[in-house]
């Protein structure tokens, strides 16, 4: 779950501007998926409902509508406020086809199968109190055992939109972490509230992903390497040193192998070669 306060102020800046808070929403994961992968154009798949344009009796009909399409943002020196009305409005103009076949878009893309058209997607779901009184009534007497969800792409986040506050779900491929893709995406939207609020032009591509902790980690975490050595030896003499004491332990270079003996040997051979030319 998201802090209350970073769902009020989302949710407010959304009223002001005149968008949906699923807009926002959309403009902070392809931050992500852009500041993850390098690019300031990303492309990436979301879910759309379905019912829009399905006609009427839509909302009585049985089976599902549910549909995935691609959508292309551009996380660039535009500043923030124009990147949300951009995507508002892509969001919008991709209702139009909201019942076209993946295939089509793939089609229409020019990216050549079997590549994906996106291998990230977002889910913006909304879980009102109002459907889970309902769901309790329909399933009055009934034990509930569990249930699991999967997807086939390597990287799905589901913002789960409760009416009055915002949760976060990740369903990722190993070894990525889904707290870290969740934290990315707190990050993000914190930053996008804060920039709506008090800089409303700053580059969007400015916004940063990296929550405290995960930068303290990658700058000062990862970057401990110093360790203590006998400084007074050379390093030819380290090294015969170790083999000594592992002469069957092993190097590996691309898909050679060799003991430390044997590389040792091998060195010799090569120092009394070279010492005949001197």
Same mark, same amino acid.
């Given at each position: 779950?998201?802090?209350?306060?970073?769902?009020?102020?989302?949710?407010?800046?959304a009223?002001?501007?005149?968008?949906s808070?699923?807009?926002?929403?959309?403009?902070?994961w392809?931050?992500?998926?852009?500041?993850a992968?390098g690019?300031?154009?990303?492309v990436?798949?979301?879910?759309l409902?379905?019912?829009?344009?399905a006609?009427?009796?839509a909302?009585?009909?049985l089976?599902?509508f %549910?549909?995935t399409?691609?959508?292309?943002?551009?996380?660039?020196?535009?500043?923030v406020?124009?990147?949300?009305?951009?995507?508002?409005a892509?969001?919008?103009?991709?209702?139009a086809?909201?019942?076209?076949s993946?295939a089509l878009?793939?089609r229409c893309?020019?990216?050549?199968?079997?590549?994906?058209?996106?291998s990230a997607?977002?889910?913006y779901?909304?879980?009102t /109190?109002?459907?889970?009184c309902e769901?309790?009534d329909?399933?009055?007497?009934m034990?509930?055992l569990g249930g699991?969800?999967?997807?086939n792409?390597?990287?799905?986040?589901?913002?789960?939109?409760?009416?009055?506050?915002?949760?976060?779900?990740?369903?990722?491929?190993?070894?990525?972490?889904?707290?870290?893709v969740?934290?990315?995406?707190?990050q993000v939207?914190?930053q996008l509230?804060?920039?709506?609020?008090?800089a409303?032009?700053?580059?969007?591509?400015?916004?940063? %992903?990296?929550?405290?902790?995960?930068?303290?980690?990658?700058?000062?975490?990862?970057?401990?390497?110093?360790?203590?050595? /006998?400084?007074?030896?050379c %390093?030819?003499?380290?090294?015969?040193?170790?083999?000594?004491?592992a /002469?069957?332990?092993?190097?590996?270079?691309?898909?050679?192998?060799?003991?430390?003996?044997?590389?040792n040997?091998?060195a010799?051979?090569l120092?009394?070669h070279?010492m005949?030319?001197?």
């Amino acid at each position: 779950m998201l802090p209350q306060a970073l769902n009020d102020r989302l949710r407010q800046q959304a009223r002001r501007l005149g968008v949906s808070l699923a807009s926002l929403c959309h403009l902070a994961w392809g931050q992500v998926v852009a500041r993850a992968s390098g690019r300031e154009q990303v492309v990436f798949g979301t879910v759309l409902f379905g019912r829009m344009h399905a006609g009427a009796g839509a909302d009585r009909a049985l089976g599902l509508f %549910i549909n995935t399409l691609p959508v292309r943002l551009d996380l660039d020196g535009t500043g923030v406020e124009a990147s949300v009305r951009t995507t508002h409005a892509r969001l919008s103009e991709l209702l139009a086809h909201e019942h076209a076949s993946l295939a089509l878009a793939q089609r229409c893309s020019g990216v050549a199968a079997p590549a994906p058209l996106f291998s990230a997607l977002l889910n913006y779901r909304h879980n009102t /109190p109002a459907l889970a009184c309902e769901a309790d009534d329909l399933l009055s007497g009934m034990e509930w055992l569990g249930g699991e969800e999967r997807t086939n792409y390597p990287l799905t986040l589901s913002v789960e939109d409760f009416g009055e506050a915002l949760g976060l779900t990740a369903q990722v491929a190993e070894p990525v972490s889904a707290d870290r893709v969740c934290g990315y995406m707190q990050q993000v939207l914190e930053q996008l509230a804060e920039a709506l609020e008090h800089a409303p032009n700053r580059p969007v591509r400015e916004l940063d %992903i990296l929550p405290a902790a995960e930068r303290s980690y990658l700058l000062e975490d990862l970057n401990r390497t110093a360790a203590a050595y /006998p400084s007074e030896r050379c %390093i030819h003499e380290l090294f015969e040193q170790q083999v000594r004491r592992a /002469p069957e332990a092993s190097l590996v270079h691309e898909d050679e192998r060799l003991s430390y003996g044997e590389l040792n040997a091998r060195a010799n051979r090569l120092a009394h070669h070279l010492m005949r030319w001197v």
